[in-house]
């Protein structure tokens, strides 16, 4: 069964940092892209951050770029967002989510910010930056 399991979110003030993780069973990062979302309060659902393991490509959001790595671990099958400078607006439910190299591939950032391609989703962790 493939499932993703996002840990790591928290309260914390703005400046601070959080690493979050995301827990992969039954994907082969060679063949998967993991991306990290999130959403706030009555707001949309928005493309944080995307990773292609096998390709070596990494995407970002402009408002997260300079503060934000996302990197994988295969060994440990988990993905990580390690968020730095943390700001209010970064306020939000976090979840990492993955679709087959098969279907999607993105090649530029704003593909990669796409959500509607990605069909595995985990249950999310909550990000709060106080300021």
């Known amino acids: 069964e493939r499932q993703l399991v996002e840990f790591g979110g928290g309260l914390v003030q703005a400046g601070g940092s959080l690493r979050l993780s995301c827990a992969t069973s039954g994907f082969d990062f060679d063949d998967y892209v993991i991306g990290w979302f999130r959403q706030a309060p009555g707001k949309e659902r928005e493309g944080v951050s995307c990773?292609?393991?096998?390709?070596?490509?990494?995407y970002y959001r402009d408002s997260v770029k300079g503060r934000f790595t996302i990197s994988s671990d295969n060994a440990r099958n988990t993905i990580y967002l390690q968020m730095n400078n943390l700001k209010p607006e970064d306020t939000a439910v976090y979840f990492c989510?993955?679709?087959?190299?098969?279907?999607?591939?993105?090649?530029?950032?704003?593909?990669?910010?796409?959500?509607?391609?990605?069909?595995?989703w985990g249950q999310g962790t909550r990000v709060t930056v106080s300021s």
């Open positions: 989510a993955a679709v087959s190299r098969i279907f999607f591939d993105p090649v530029t950032p704003v593909e990669a910010m796409d959500f509607s391609h990605f069909g595995y």
């Open positions: 990773i292609s393991p096998s390709a070596g490509s990494t």
